[in-house]
């Protein structure tokens, strides 16, 4: 039996569930929820894409055997739907009670009865799920003919709500390091920074700072992606790197071949943010990754994390890591801050900050335009030969302003969000955020929020049968096969 | 084209699916794939018809199906260089040749370009009404 299975629901799906088993009458009410699924190193977990209410009293029947039964055509109909788009049929009810839930022994034996056929049927793993408004248990049987339970769902939205078969112990104290902290949120809160795994994407002048922040709170674990070395202009922005890490005595030197040597035995960007994790939290373990995140085998790295901080601004890794926030259902936000100077002039424009939230509402970066589809296309293209030879890019090595002072607006704002999402004192769940710190009128606000556009076809947030959004593993990536 | 084993674990199942469909759009075109190592594929369709616009019957039409279709665009399109109009010869405004470096020929290919981008949404778009859009274009000029 493994004890790695997890449910993970977005809050909006959970509150729909929560809507329709539980009414006034205080009576039993059914459902299926049809999931994807994801697999990493020894944990599972199925994604729900769908909620389907059972309506009373035409798919959800008084039984001759239990209490209420599904009938065999709603079944049937959501077996199908499940079994073509690839998905996990779970069939759902409700009990009473509040923290702790279980199976009857009529449910036990009805899953005896049905799933073997359901099983054979679909093809994929079926099952079944109780609940209560604070509490879930599950029977999952896969085609292996193996059967594991539940022990664990996560709702994804404001909070990272954790729903168990019956109450964990809850510890009553961390350690003094974290004494200050554990004010406001707790020693259980201490234990779920600790239990998490969050990715960061860019170890640049946003991510470096993310994961700072992120070590000393004492998150469990971080994985760190970042293709890059330091070099001697990054130095104003990236905490703890020297000098010594941009190899700048060789990046000055006239002679061409020692600066090419700076540039190729420059400390990865990667190792400076394990050396800042090190010194910041002992606690903290940190996967440093030196590559690309539009490459599979990089990726991949991040699926199975609970919280992604996307803090690189190429579009192959905004197009790739918003659709795994999508794909896989885990809450992301989007960091970045943008200085913008008149060419001409040198007349500052704009000064600000953005923070991005997607992966729990739809209205992604595709939705709304910010996935620039011709930069898309230059970056896919293989070589620079070919980016030159179709002309796309008119000059590949112009820099954009970057401050530290305007990226610590974003990354304080975003690591905050985390921080209150993690320990339960919740965030909003969706939108896009904008502070901007110049220009700004006298009583002007600056902070400015927008509700993102959400496109119903959209192949990422969607509910289109093409759309990817909870598949998991049964999608593809949009990831190079490296 | 023959989908073989090794091509097929060199390329992306949506270039993979981008491929038959394009076979199966084109059954008399004859048509060569290369992939570009990273997940998706050069495509070059032959004796692509040109219609009455032009002088010349019939085309080359080269272009990549890239690895993250379909969140990303099928473009450019590139067709034979010595393309003249049947009326008053030479191109059309803002058509020039160009050098193509592609894997599939050893040395640089002269080519016109004939698309860009589409505009609005593409991830809904197939390959072959991809291909049909800018071959529409090409030859209602």
């Known amino acids: 039996v493994t004890t790695n299975l997890e449910l993970h629901i977005r809050q909006g799906d959970w509150e729909r569930l929560i809507a329709h088993l539980f009414h006034d009458d205080h009576d039993e009410h059914g459902a299926v929820v049809l999931c994807g699924a994801s697999d990493t190193a020894g944990r599972r977990r199925l994604l729900v894409r769908e909620v389907v209410p059972a309506l009373d009293g035409v798919d959800y029947v008084p039984g001759g055997r239990g209490y209420r039964h599904l009938t065999g055509a709603f079944v049937t109909r959501q077996l199908r739907r499940a079994k073509d788009m690839g998905l996990i049929y779970l069939a759902v009810h409700n009990h009473g009670g509040l923290g702790s839930v279980e199976f009857s022994p009529s449910d036990m034996a009805s899953h005896e009865r049905a799933y073997p056929t359901l099983l054979t049927v679909s093809g994929h793993a079926v099952g079944g799920v109780v609940v209560t408004s604070l509490a879930l248990a599950g029977d999952v049987w896969q085609p292996g003919g193996t059967r594991e339970p539940i022990p664990m769902t996560v709702v994804v939205g404001e909070t990272r709500n954790l729903l168990r078969p019956s109450p964990m112990p809850q510890p009553h104290t961390s350690k003094l390091r974290y004494d200050r902290q554990s004010l406001l949120f707790g020693a259980a809160g201490q234990e779920l920074l600790a239990s998490m795994r969050v990715g960061i994407v860019g170890a640049g002048g946003v991510g470096m700072l993310a994961v700072q922040g992120l070590a000393r709170l004492g998150v469990g674990e971080l994985v760190v992606i970042d293709p890059d070395r330091v070099s001697s202009t990054n130095l104003p922005r990236l905490p703890e790197a020297t000098r010594w890490d941009a190899l700048e005595f060789l990046a000055r030197s006239r002679f061409g071949p020692l600066r090419t040597a700076s540039a190729r035995f420059a400390t990865p960007k990667v190792k400076l943010a394990r050396r800042i994790v090190r010194r910041a939290n002992r606690d903290t373990q940190i996967l440093p990754v030196a590559g690309d995140v539009a490459d599979e085998s990089v990726a991949r790295r991040l699926v199975d994390c609970d919280f992604i901080l996307l803090a690189a601004d190429s579009m192959l890794a905004r197009d790739v890591v918003n659709q795994i926030a999508y794909q896989y259902l885990i809450p992301t936000l989007q960091i970045g801050s943008k200085v913008v100077v008149d060419k001409a002039s040198g007349d500052v424009l704009d000064v600000y900050a953005v923070v991005r939230s997607l992966g729990c509402e739809p209205g992604c970066l595709s939705c709304n335009g910010l996935i620039d589809p011709v930069r898309l296309t230059e970056e896919t293209l293989a070589d620079e030969v070919q980016r030159e030879n179709q002309r796309y890019i008119d000059d590949v090595d112009v820099h954009a302003p970057s401050v530290i002072t305007v990226n610590m607006v974003a990354v304080g704002w975003a690591v905050n969000d985390f921080m209150q999402y993690a320990v339960g004192l919740g965030r909003p769940r969706s939108g896009y955020r904008i502070l901007r710190t110049q220009p700004v009128t006298p009583g002007g606000p600056q902070l400015v929020s927008q509700t993102p556009d959400a496109d119903p076809d959209c192949r990422v947030c969607g509910l289109a049968s093409y759309s990817v959004l909870s598949k998991g593993d049964g999608a593809d990536l949009p990831t190079r096969m490296r | ?141």
């Open chain 2, 1 to 141: 084209v023959t989908i073989t084993p090794e091509l097929s674990t060199n390329l992306k199942g949506s270039v993979l699916e981008a491929i038959e469909q394009i076979e199966q759009a084109y059954p008399s075109l004859p048509l060569k794939v290369v992939p570009d190592g990273q997940g998706g594929a050069w495509v070059e369709l032959t004796d692509v018809p040109l219609g009455t616009a032009w002088q010349q019957s019939t085309t080359f039409l080269i272009f990549l199906l890239p690895f993250n279709l379909p969140a990303c665009d099928i473009y450019p399109m590139f067709v034979r260089p010595d393309l003249q109009r049947s009326g008053h010869g030479g191109l059309v405004e803002g058509l020039a040749v160009t050098q193509l470096s592609w894997p599939g020929d050893p040395s640089q290919r002269d080519v016109v370009q004939v698309s860009r981008r589409t505009r609005g949404s593409f991830a809904a778009q197939t390959a072959p009404q991809k291909v049909e859009k800018v071959m529409d274009w090409v030859r209602s000029q």
